[in-house]
């Protein structure tokens, strides 16, 4: 049963343009939301963060907004550039989970020049 | 900078044979982690270690086991290794029991199980 779900495994935007990375999650006990992101032959790097207090967190290009009703968050990216081209994992936690993190699938972006 | 090394980046092993996997973490982090990386599949967690010699499951533990030792090492272990453990293996740590302070990985070791 997958708890965090990313449905778009891809997407593509040009150099310039705002890029929106999807998560959705099932399990109402998560109350802490990160983003990662991996290049290839590397590890996932730590992007931005939220907690269920609020609605939205920024940092420089990047914001994370997250819609406790809906059960959605989304992480944008503005401006793209290409060297954002990278897979993003969404991932999850409980606040009685201790750290223990539950990952969604991954979205491979891909910012064209 | 936190640095997170595993000892490997690539390995091919056979059926049956016994596999340790070594990560090391330069940070004096009290938590540990094991996660497996697959297609379509994202990071799962094996198995994790809030302080020396403690560990606890994950959320796909079976053919696994861990060790912690030394509060820098945490070692994952494949007991009898089987085709179906074929994945990108990443370790990770972090600092105290704050939630907010976010994993760091290594760059991961490549498993093959012939």
């Known amino acids: ?113 | 900078d936190v640095k997170v090394t595993q000892s490997s980046r690539y390995l091919v092993k056979r059926t049956g044979e016994k596999v340790f996997l070594e990560c090391v973490q330069d940070m004096d982090h009290e938590n540990m982690f094991w996660y497996r990386q697959d297609p379509g599949l994202g990071l799962r967690l094996i198995y994790f270690s809030y302080d020396v010699k403690m560990k606890e499951k994950g959320d796909i533990p079976e053919g696994y086991s861990v060790s912690r030792e030394k509060k820098e090492r945490f070692s994952l272990i494949l007991e009898s290794a089987s085709t179906n453990q074929t994945s990108m293996y990443l370790c990770a740590s972090s600092l105290g029991q704050m939630r907010n302070q976010p994993q760091h990985f290594g760059d991961g070791t490549r498993l093959s199980i012939l």
């Open chain 1, 1 to 113: 049963d997958q708890q965090v779900k990313q449905n778009s495994p891809s997407l593509s935007v040009q150099e310039g343009r705002i890029s929106i990375l999807n998560c959705d999650y099932t399990n109402s006990m998560f109350d802490y939301f990160l983003w990662y992101k991996k290049y290839p032959a590397e590890g996932p790097t730590f992007l931005i963060s939220i907690s269920s207090i609020k609605d939205k967190n920024e940092d420089g290009r990047f914001t994370v907004f997250l819609n406790k009703s809906a059960k959605h968050l989304s992480l944008h990216i503005v401006p793209s550039q290409p060297g954002d081209s990278a897979v993003y994992f969404c991932a999850a936690s409980r606040l009685t989970g201790f750290q223990k993190l539950v990952f969604g699938t991954g979205t491979r972006l891909l910012v064209s020049p």
